[in-house]
């Protein structure tokens, strides 16, 4: 019943923008901590932005800081990723993730999306 259906991934040259959306279905954004993990091969799933419910605070990795943008938009029960000034570092899996309680890490978050893959060459 619920899912979160993720677009926006692609190829990019360094330097470049792609944005990210995470529609849900089955749970309403507004009452749901959002976040965004990204993965590469071998390596652990790492939190790259959150948003908190009712104040829309949010939260990056010092790695992505200052370059992406996390956002609701609650008429359309989507958020979003805005990522500029794109590294060949940031080339990963992107996930959309869903949690009713605030997680500590990935194991804390309730639902889950496919995944969108972000290719950045150099």
């Known amino acids: 019943q619920v899912q979160l259906v993720e677009s926006g991934g692609g190829s990019v040259q360094a330097g470049g923008s792609l944005r990210l959306s995470c529609a849900a279905s089955?749970?309403?954004?507004?009452?749901?901590?959002m976040g965004w993990f990204h993965q590469v091969p071998g390596k652990e799933r790492k939190e790259v932005a959150r948003?908190?419910?009712?104040?829309?605070?949010?939260w990056y990795a010092d790695s992505v800081k200052g370059r992406f943008t996390m956002s609701r938009d609650n008429a359309k029960n989507t958020v979003y990723l805005q990522m500029n000034s794109l590294k060949p570092e940031d080339t990963a899996m992107y996930y959309c993730?869903?949690?009713?309680?605030?997680?500590?890490?990935?194991?804390?978050?309730?639902?889950w999306g496919q995944g969108t893959q972000v290719t950045v060459s150099s």
């Open positions: 948003i908190y419910i009712r104040s829309d605070s949010t």
């Open positions: 089955g749970i309403t954004i507004s009452t749901y901590y």
């Open positions: 993730a869903a949690a009713g309680i605030l997680w500590w890490n990935s194991a804390g978050v309730d639902y």
